[in-house]
DNA sequence: CGTTTGTTTCGACATGCCTCTAGGTTGACA
DNA sequence: TGTCAACCTAGAGGCATGTCGAAACAAACG
């Protein structure tokens, strides 16, 4: 991992350690733009945020790829690939057990982008 | 009309009227991911985040282009570019006065985003 | 009215993305 | 061992995106 201009690392943030102030609060660097853009990007699909979501929601905290295509009329390879953007996002991960494959949702990104994201009444204006 | 699964518009979101329960808990409409991508792909580019968080951080809560454009080394056009995606996308509005135009962030979309995103440590994992 | 400055639009090109079909890999089971 | 099912990878086609330079548009100013 060479390119490792910021301190921070997409293991760290989904690690769930804290990145920044708000996207409200201070400007951004540059290097944590670059880091999160991907995550923001790879919801930037409606199949994936729909994938996303029903990973995210599973019971038990993770879900079968073959829970996952049929929700679709998408073929295999489409919804493989899509998973995968979201997995090299660092916003899932997925573990073998058997025949199947299970995809388990990554939360501290997912507070990292949200955190970004908050909006705070008492943010001053000014 | 506490269910509101697809008649929800853009215009609805900036305002910020909700839009359904985080990410975490259920899975999203089809319609409602229609809806978000957009925005989240708008998020998707390192540029349009920290213009966003320029613009979101902004003093006075707007911002001038003439002040956004020197901060990268890109040429006036591409950033014109990419706010005009930020502005389709919903999470910003632009007010010419004058010589210049101002930028104004769109705080409901962006809770929006926001808490679609949370993860209440709460929800059930099985 | 013409000039200057700021901003957007237009036309063009390179790159990247979404989707598919075809084929490969892994694991279960008779 | 052979066969089948589940899943991923590889490659190609078609469309969208990022970027630029040139030009058009808008407002202020002399």
Do not use: N
């Not at 943030?13 to 540059?30: F, H, K, N, T, V």
């Not at 199949?47 to 998408?74: H, K």
């Amino acid at each position: 991992m060479s390119k490792q201009t910021a301190a921070l690392t997409l293991t760290d943030l989904s690690a769930g350690q804290p990145c920044c102030a708000p996207i409200a609060e201070d400007r951004i660097p540059a290097e944590t733009a670059a880091l999160l853009a991907p995550a923001f990007k790879a919801l930037g699909d409606p199949v994936r945020l729909q994938l996303m979501s029903m990973i995210a929601s599973a019971s038990g905290g993770e879900i079968c790829v073959c829970d996952l295509t049929p929700a679709f009329t998408l073929s295999g390879p489409t919804i493989s690939h899509h998973l995968k953007t979201l997995r090299e996002a660092g916003l899932v991960t997925a573990e073998r057990r058997g025949t199947w494959v299970y995809y388990r949702a990554q939360p501290g990104l997912m507070a990292q982008l949200a955190s970004l994201l908050t909006v705070d009444a008492s943010v001053p204006v000014g």
